[in-house]
């Protein structure tokens, strides 16, 4: 893939006709061919020109961004610095919105380009018409080499430009390696799913350490069982696994994305019971799908249009599991089923429940997993299941965890094949038992590459779900040297002041990266923080809009419960930790909050549950958090001191840096 749409030496540029460039550029895009484009293009390149004049090094322009969906306007390689620009032209202000966007690429070349990691890196936004500004070279405060963008205005960009490479000592910098150099992002779910919808490919927008078994190994296995499947006409039911944030979900949208036709044989759908992930992830793709038409087709289309488009490739799985009931016997016409967070499925009583009082069906005995295989299995051809499976992530009164799926395909469908994650006998699945049951059958096939076992979530640190699960745990020594190894790339920190805890988020993040505050929908008694979980979020705005719109997540003001956030994520967060979960002399104690006081919970369901929401709460981060507890008061018997004393002592003690 070409990394940009033209490239050459700023000595070969200077002697290219405006022509010549405008051309290459037009023969490379993917955007519609509108005079506006070529215009800008025009301005860019004359502004360009006069700048470089005396220069020597490279230039890229329309530099691709897979991972965010974008390319950056011009990179520039002068001297060995690293310069990313981003044109606003006719502009009259430096817009924050803009400046977070430069800043956004030069962030994303230092994080996910392999040879500018070790290279000064410099974001530039030149809005043509603004007033002009003094320059600021202000190194980045966490970031080696990385600056905050510079704003600068047409008539002064040359002097900006000459004064940037004057600053920095000469390097000597081979622009070919650097073209050529690896870029292995790690993009948030939301940007996975935009970038695969687009048409790229899975390799393109996650890494492929050499360390780690990769997204496309898993997913390449996976087609060719799918590829079986068809030409030996069998059924099958593969079980994929993971670490939090392995990127299991991501797994299912790019088999989604490739068989996404329904005239293909291998037409595919993505199913989620988390209604949240369902509703961002559409809406995301819906509002991308209407900025596309227009760069790449110059056609407008309504979002009804883009909405009906996307309804298709993401569905509730609970409106599958409807419809297939309505159609009684008539198969799906879908060969390929993708069931995300698969454990979450509801177990038989919960289905029959929700059933009988939501549906009317009085008579429906079986659990979610089975009902679902017996909707693939009317196929009279073939048919494949694939389950995305997390461990320690059910959080909900009724899911029947990993075994009711085992047990059904044990009991009534003896003539699937089935392909189990090598690591599904560990203690987190809860599913050995029910495995040994069935191990020695011809058609078991246990698999490593259907395990991802690295976290695609967090670039920094691949050891935070480590840690996570040795703090609730209790595994105290585990959990502290681990604490140790993260605390280079990835800060945890603690706080007893709520204030601290937001000043701190703003301060880590840069550009548009996410933050928010997190909290278990049991934390009842943070009312007095003006954190309320029964008061409702719009989790589309919270997680989608930017830092202009109160209801998003960077305005700290509606928190997200373990509900709204599992299988998505943020770069920053504060988990905000409330009397529900507390360390006590004999480890976690489990309480929910009853009328005027707090309850011990005795179900240990509910108890799995609840360690649960925090696990989820404590891996949404990709790059740090901050961990709030509060110090409580004698004053309220609902927020006493000794409800949070122990938790902070626990966390503390671990080695967990407390912050002013």
Same mark, same amino acid.
């Given at each position: 893939m070409n990394r940009s749409w033209y490239s050459a030496s700023i000595d070969v540029f200077l002697q290219t006709p405006?022509?010549?460039?405008?051309?290459?550029?037009?023969?490379n895009s993917t955007f519609a061919d509108l005079p506006t484009q070529k215009n800008a293009w025009?301005?860019?390149?004359?502004?360009?020109?006069?700048?470089?004049?005396?220069?020597?090094?490279?230039?890229?322009?329309?530099?691709?961004?897979?991972?965010?969906g974008r390319r950056i306007d011009a990179v520039l390689l002068l001297n060995g610095i690293i310069i990313a620009i981003e044109f606003k032209i006719d502009a009259t202000q430096y817009l924050s919105a803009d400046i977070d966007q430069s800043y956004d690429?030069?962030?994303?070349?230092?994080?996910?380009? &392999?040879?500018?990691?070790?290279?000064?890196? /410099? #974001?530039?936004l030149v809005a043509t018409k603004a007033p002009a500004i003094p320059l600021a070279l202000c190194p980045h405060r966490r970031v080696h080499d990385l600056y905050e963008p510079v704003c600068t205005n047409a008539?002064?960009?040359?002097?900006?430009?000459? &004064?940037?490479?004057?600053?920095?000592?000469? /390097? #000597?910098?081979?622009?070919?390696?650097?073209?050529?150099?690896?870029y292995r992002p790690t993009p948030t779910i939301i940007e996975a799913a935009r970038a695969l919808y687009a048409g790229h490919g899975v390799a393109e927008i996650s890494r492929n350490d050499a360390g780690a078994i990769n997204l496309t190994k898993t997913s390449e296995q996976l087609f060719r069982i799918i590829d079986q499947a068809r030409d030996r006409k069998e059924k099958a039911i593969c079980f994929v696994t993971g670490v939090p944030g392995a990127g299991k979900t991501l797994v299912g949208l790019n088999i989604a994305t490739r068989y996404s036709d329904e005239q293909s044989e291998l037409y595919s759908v993505f199913l989620s019971g988390n209604k949240p992930l369902v509703d961002i992830l559409r809406e995301a793709l819906a509002r991308d799908t209407i900025l596309r038409e227009w760069l790449e087709r110059g056609k407008k289309i309504k979002k009804a249009e883009a909405q009906a488009r996307v309804k298709a490739f993401i569905q509730n799985v609970h409106h599958?599991?409807?419809?297939?009931?309505?159609?009684?016997?008539?198969?799906?016409?879908?060969?390929?089923a993708l069931f995300d967070e698969a454990q979450r499925a509801w177990n038989k009583e919960q289905t029959a429940l929700f059933m009988s009082q939501k549906k009317g069906v009085f008579d429906f005995e079986v659990s979610e997993a089975e009902y679902l295989i017996s909707c693939m299995d009317r196929r009279d051809d073939w048919a494949v299941i694939v389950c995305l499976v997390g461990g320690g992530q059910e959080i909900n009164t009724g899911e029947a965890g990993i075994r009711a799926w085992i047990e059904a395909l044990r009991e009534m469908y003896a003539d699937w094949h089935i392909y189990i994650s090598s690591a599904l006998t560990d203690s987190e699945y809860e599913a050995d038992t029910i495995l040994s049951s069935i191990k020695t059958r011809k058609n078991v096939h246990f698999q490593n590459n259907l395990h991802l076992?690295?976290?695609?979530?967090?670039?920094?640190?691949?050891?935070?779900?480590?840690?996570?699960?040795?703090?609730?745990?209790?595994?105290?020594?585990?959990?502290?040297?681990?604490?140790?190894?993260?605390?280079?790339?990835?800060?945890?920190?603690?706080?007893?002041?709520?204030?601290?805890?937001?000043?701190?988020?703003?301060?880590?993040?840069?550009?548009?990266?996410r933050y928010g505050m997190v909290v278990s929908s049991q934390a009842q008694r943070l009312k007095p923080y003006a954190i309320d979980v029964r008061s409702p979020i719009n989790h589309i705005k919270w997680f989608l809009d930017g830092k202009d719109d109160i209801r998003s997540s960077y305005y700290l003001e509606d928190v997200a419960t373990e509900f709204h956030v599992q299988g998505l994520e943020l770069d920053w967060a504060c988990v905000s930790w409330d009397g529900d979960f507390r360390y006590g002399n004999q480890g976690w104690e489990h309480y929910s909050f009853r009328g005027n006081k707090w309850q011990n919970i005795k179900s240990e369901s509910r108890k799995i549950y609840q360690k649960n929401a925090y696990r989820v709460l404590l891996t949404r981060a990709r790059q740090g958090m901050v961990i709030f507890v509060p110090e409580g008061t004698l004053e309220d018997p609902t927020r006493m001191p000794k409800f949070y004393d122990n938790t902070y002592k626990y966390l503390k003690g671990l080695g967990v840096r407390e912050i002013g």
């Open positions: 405006d022509e010549q460039v405008i051309g290459e550029l037009a023969l025009f301005k860019e390149i004359t502004m360009l020109r006069q700048a470089l004049r005396g220069q020597r090094g490279w230039l890229h322009l329309e530099f691709n961004i897979p991972r965010m690429y030069a962030l994303d070349l230092k994080y996910f380009h &392999e040879a500018s990691h070790n290279a000064t890196v /410099i #974001p530039v008539s002064v960009f040359t002097t900006t430009l000459k &004064e940037i490479v004057r600053h920095f000592p000469e /390097i #000597p910098f081979d622009p070919q390696a650097w073209s050529e150099a690896a599958f599991r409807d419809d297939c009931q309505k159609s009684d016997k008539r198969p799906p016409v879908e060969h390929v076992a690295t976290s695609m979530r967090s670039f920094r640190a691949e050891t935070v779900s480590r840690f996570v699960k040795a703090l609730l745990d209790c595994e105290i020594d585990e959990a502290a040297v681990l604490y140790q190894k993260l605390q280079k790339r990835y800060p945890i920190v603690l706080t007893r002041n709520l204030d601290h805890a937001k000043a701190w988020l703003k301060e880590q993040a840069r550009g548009s990266e």
